[in-house]
C-alpha cells in the first residue's frame, strides 16, 4: 500500500524559507513519477512541480516557477520541496503525490497541470505565512 507523509510545514514570517519533505513507503520509487500540489483556503488544489520516474525532468507550474524547487532522493524515498521568497499568498495546505501512470513530461505536464489527477495523496502539512 502506497503511503506518503508530508512534514516541514509551519509558520514563517513572509520572505522566509521552508523546505517540506514527503517521506513514500510501499512504492517503487523507480516506476512513480510524483509531485507537490496546494490548497488554498476556499480555492481548488494546484499544482506546483511534478517530478518524472527517473527525477531527469520537472515541471513547474506558474506558480512556482522562480521560487520553488523540488527535487527527490529515490534511494531514501523522498520528495522534497525548497520554497524561498513566501507570501502571505502562499499560505496554504501543501500535499505530495504520486503515480505510476505518468511515463512521459506531456504527461507529467497533464498531471501538474490539474487535467489528471495523480492516484495516491499525503494527508498534507500547513504552511502558514505571517506578514
Known amino acids: 500500500q502506497v503511503r506518503l507523509v508530508e512534514s516541514g510545514g509551519g509558520l514563517v514570517q513572509a520572505g522566509g524559507s521552508l523546505r517540506l519533505s514527503c517521506t513514500t513507503s510501499?512504492?517503487?520509487?523507480?516506476?512513480?513519477?510524483m509531485g507537490w500540489f496546494r490548497q488554498l483556503p476556499g480555492k481548488r488544489r494546484e499544482g506546483l512541480a511534478c517530478i518524472s520516474r527517473s527525477g531527469a525532468d520537472t515541471y513547474y507550474t506558474d506558480s512556482a516557477k522562480g521560487r520553488f524547487t523540488s527535487s527527490r532522493d529515490k534511494a531514501n524515498n523522498m520528495l522534497y520541496l525548497q520554497m524561498n521568497g513566501l507570501t502571505t499568498s502562499d499560505t496554504a495546505m501543501y500535499f505530495c503525490?504520486?503515480?505510476?501512470?505518468?511515463?512521459?513530461?506531456?504527461?507529467?505536464?497533464?498531471?501538474?497541470?490539474?487535467?489528471?489527477?495523480?492516484?495516491?495523496w499525503g494527508q498534507g502539512t500547513q504552511v502558514t505565512v505571517s506578514s
Open positions: 503525490a504520486a503515480d505510476s501512470r505518468i511515463l512521459s513530461y506531456i504527461s507529467l505536464y497533464r498531471y501538474c497541470s490539474g487535467l489528471e489527477e495523480f492516484s495516491d
Open positions: 510501499g512504492l517503487n520509487n523507480g516506476e512513480y513519477a
